[in-house]
């Protein structure tokens, strides 16, 4: 029997043996730098012409990997291979599924800083957060594996004499994962690992800016035991590649987390049944967020700033949980304005070379394009208090930028961002801050900051949110004690890491014999 699920713990960078191992894992890393990868279907390596050139967003010259491209004839032969796959994958028993999980688990636990390393290399996260994407990854693993274990029974129904019947869960089929940059490992792990683990196979395209740590994690299933052709690496255009999948008549789960524009649009896609095609599509959906946190006027305001700081800034701003609206309420708004403006001032912004450094890089040139333009908006829109300056002339670097007196309605509180830009509105009234938190199209997460026990639990019915966090900052989710997943336009609300989370994977049989 498996251990009770605990997650994983964090490393501290202020131990000098950590920090030590840190950089050799760092440099372990620099030394495989710009090597090519190839596609795996059904365990054979396949090498294109056409290549997705990965770069280090902190240093645009740097070449991560050089990955082979899938196009559309490869896709259509993954798919074959992952339907070939599935006829003997669904008949794996559960503990064995589970046990691969497990072994993949204690893989990248022995490699951790080196995964890290990755992550800091190709997605640009500070090693803080390097650390707590891979972190994350171990804990889908382990906690997944538990939750198929205790799935495989089914669940209880009643039987009459003469009659037994047993209601209990079965695979769907092929599955297609497509996967986002910011969680370049934990949130792509997550999303490969629960369809295969309750009898899956799946067809893995993940984000074109990081598919090279994706490399290395299919490299740990194989290792870890996974037969051929149950997940297949097939990197390559979102648009191409990835819609072809979404529409294939073959297809039939599909689990996408990114921006709530492709998510919608894959949405619509898979309602639509192709010829040949004798099922509906499953369609797991999980998208952007304009998370808010609210400061009431009865509030411990150092917490406030630093659960403000904390949310707006981590990892640049760039979680779909990323706190990018303070509603404050107008008797401690000036004072927690000012305390947010000198934490802000307060953070380091470069390449995470070093475990300090607060912030790193934006993702890419056309992620700093975007930001860019929301701060000339925010400009307009609203009072600049701090930041609101990049430097693209070596990597993506912005700095934490933070705008006061935005309306309610302005386009910096509704629209995502995704970057290091968070925007104050005053409220009159906790009432009103509530009406202001709930007043986007998003439903992600949010935050209250109040010591008054009559709001927590009026923001407990009226805060509409997938993840309600109180006196804390609104990011940080972790798996298996915060599931995670949004309402309205932030998704189909799956909650990643919780205990519903594998049965959208599966369909329910019932059966009933007769004695
Ligand atoms: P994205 O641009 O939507 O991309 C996500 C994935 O979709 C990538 O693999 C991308 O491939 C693929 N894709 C793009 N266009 C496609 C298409 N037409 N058909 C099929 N696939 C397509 O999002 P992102 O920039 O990577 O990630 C940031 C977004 O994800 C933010 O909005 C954030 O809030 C959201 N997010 C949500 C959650 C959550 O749990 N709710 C968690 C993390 C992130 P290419 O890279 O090849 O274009």
Known sequence: MLPVYKHEPFTDFTVEENKLAFIEALQ?????????????????????????????????????????KANKEIAENAIQTAENAFQSWRKVTAEERANILVRAAAIIRRRKHEFSAWLVKEAGKPWKEADADTAEAID????????????????????????HNRYYYTPTGV??????????????????????????????????TTPVVCAK????????????????????????????LVDHPKTSLITFTGSRDVGVRLYEKAAVVHPG???????????????TVVVDNEADLDLAAQSIVTSAFGFSGQKCSAGSRAVV??????????????????????????????????????AFTKIMNYIDIGKEEARLVAGGT????????????????????????????????????KATSFDHAL????????????????????????????FHVGNLYFNRNCTGAIVGYHPFGGFKMSGTDSKAGGPDYLILHMQAKTISEMY
């Open 28 to 68: 372990l890393v620099e030394k495989q730098l710009g090597k090519e990868y190839p596609l795996i279907v059904g365990g054979e390596r396949i090498t294109t012409q056409e290549k997705i050139t990965s770069i280090n967003p902190s240093n645009k010259n740097e070449v991560i990997g050089m990955v082979s």
């Open 140 to 163: 889908f693993l382990e906690y997944y594996a538990r939750q198929m274990i205790e799935l495989q029974a089914g669940k209880q129904v009643n039987s009459r004499i003469g009659e």
């Open 175 to 208: 599955c297609v994962t497509i996967s986002p940059w910011n969680f370049a490992l934990a949130i792509m792990a997550g999303t490969t690992v629960a369809p295969i683990v309750t009898g899956n196979t799946v067809l893995l395209k993940p984000a074109s």
């Open 217 to 244: 994690f299919v490299e740990v299933l194989e290792e870890a035991g996974l037969p051929a052709g149950v997940v297949n690496y097939i990197p390559g255009s979102g648009a191409e590649v990835g819609d072809f």
């Open 277 to 291: 095609q004798q099922h509906l599509k499953r369609v797991i959906v999980e998208m952007g967020g304009k998370d």
């Open 329 to 366: 309420h107008e008797d401690v708004y000036e004072e927690v304005l000012e305390k947010v403006i000198a934490l802000t001032k307060e953070l380091s912004v470069g390449e995470p070379t070093t475990g300090d450094m607060y912030m790193g890089p934006v993702v890419d040139e056309a």
């Open 390 to 425: 990049g430097d693209s002339s070596k990597g993506y670097f912005i700095q934490p930028t933070v705008f006061a007196d935005a309306a309610p309605s302005s386009r910096i509180m509704q629209e995502e961002i995704f970057g290091p830009v968070v925007a104050f509105s």
């Open 435 to 462: 009406e202001i938190a709930n007043n986007t199209e998003y439903g992600l997460t949010g935050a209250v900051i109040t010591k008054n026990r009559d709001h927590i639990e009026q923001a407990k019915e009226d």
